[in-house]
């Protein structure tokens, strides 16, 4: 079956970065479009950003553009995000997340990971 | 940006009742509308896509329905593991979720 496993979390001073990763099994991952969702403590769930599954195409919402880089590495079956420039309110749990469709992506989310939690505090 | 409203923010249901969730959307996202469960420390799971489709594996007891902007994720007969946050979807223009309705008991 899918499984999505995230790691490389932790606590991290404002302004700094990590790198997240999300090791994939039970699919073809070289065949699907990868997403980042989040969601803050005590809050609802945000889309951060997308790979196509070529890896040629990456988009971002507007609240981490110019400071997340998301990025793949088929050989591994591994997602990435660097996460840059942290601020206290990208203190979240990030899932990475599945899109069901094979070619193009449809922007929803068949199967999650259990999630990472990124705390940015000082 | 597409807003996503849920309603209501809290739904108190007892085991064996009907829940009724709704969702609303500030412009048309025709029929691409998902419906996801969240329990606490776990993942979401996709309940129901193209608003009215049980994804894979999914009991009969979750039902949706609606389009355009107006949507809503019916739970019938509800079990205790149901018990849970349930968040909407658009996925018409890049993706935008709901605040969430929580169903508790």
């Known amino acids: 079956q899918v499984l999505l496993v995230e790691s490389g979390g932790g606590v991290v001073q404002p302004g700094k970065s990590l790198r997240l990763s999300c090791a994939a099994s039970?699919?073809?991952?070289?065949?699907?479009?990868m997403h980042w969702v989040r969601q803050a403590p005590g809050k609802g769930l945000e889309w951060v950003a997308v790979?196509?599954?070529?890896?040629?195409?990456?988009y971002y919402s507007d609240s981490v553009k110019g400071r997340f880089t998301i990025s793949r590495d088929d050989s591994k079956n591994t997602l990435y995000l660097q996460v840059s420039s942290l601020r206290p309110e990208d203190t979240a749990v990030y899932y990475c997340?599945?899109?069901?469709?094979?070619?193009?992506?449809?922007?929803?989310?068949?199967?999650w990971g259990q999630g990472t939690l990124v705390s940015v505090s000082s | 940006e597409i807003v996503m409203t849920q309603s209501p923010a809290t739904l108190s249901v007892s085991p064996g009742e009907r829940a009724t969730l709704s969702c609303r959307a500030s412009?048309?996202?025709?029929?691409?509308l998902v419906w996801y469960q969240k329990k606490r420390g776990q993942a979401p799971r996709l309940l129901i896509y193209?608003?009215?489709t049980r994804a894979t594996g999914i009991p009969a007891r979750f039902s949706g329905s609606g389009s355009g902007t107006e949507f809503t994720l019916t739970i019938s007969n509800l079990q205790s593991e149901d018990f849970a946050v349930y968040y909407c979807?658009?996925?018409?223009?890049?993706?935008?979720f709901g605040q969430g309705t929580m169903v508790e008991i």
């Open positions: 997340a599945k899109d069901p469709a094979r070619a193009a992506a449809v922007y929803f989310f068949d199967n």
């Open positions: 039970g699919f073809t991952f070289s065949g699907s479009a």
């Open positions: 790979i196509s599954y070529d890896g040629n195409h990456t």
């Open positions: 412009q048309s996202v025709s029929s691409n």
């Open positions: 193209g608003a009215s």
């Open positions: 979807q658009q996925y018409h223009s890049w993706a935008t």
